[in-house]
């Protein structure tokens, strides 16, 4: 059964190449956020196995986002991304339920290995 995957990134080109990196017959992108706040909301209409979701956003950051997230589920799988620079902010990612995280720029690979260890052992 394909995993449903919900991304947020305000940039195009990263939510593309997070999608490129989710082979489609493992895969289904369910929703694609652009802000924090739409990241919270469909989150809540589309219940995803496994979220993606960047630090740096507009209207809300990722930090915020997915402080809300954990309270609506907290069993939710979000992977964080974001630029080495807000390294701190990550471990403060972590510390609020995110399960990894992957640095950007990052490859198809590293998007894919994050992803498919969050479901080892089903």
């Avoid at 630090?55 to 907290?74: Q, S, W, Y």
């Avoid at 990894?100 to 590293?110: A, E, G, H, Q």
Wanted: proline share 4%.
């Amino acid at each position: 059964m394909r995993k449903r995957v919900l991304i947020a990134d305000d940039t195009t080109l990263m939510r593309e190449m997070i999608r490129g990196a989710l082979p489609a017959e493992d895969y289904q992108i369910v929703g694609e956020a652009t802000s924090g706040d739409k990241a919270i909301e469909l989150y809540q209409e589309t219940k995803p196995d496994v979220m993606i979701l960047d630090i740096n956003m507009p209207k809300m950051n990722g930090i915020d986002a997915l402080t809300e997230i954990m309270k609506i589920d907290p069993n939710a799988k979000v992977i964080m991304c974001s630029d080495q620079k807000y390294e701190s902010m990550i471990m403060m990612a972590l510390k609020k339920g995110a399960k990894d995280f992957v640095i950007k720029p990052f490859t198809s690979y590293d998007v894919l290995l994050a992803v498919k260890k969050l479901f080892d052992g089903e």
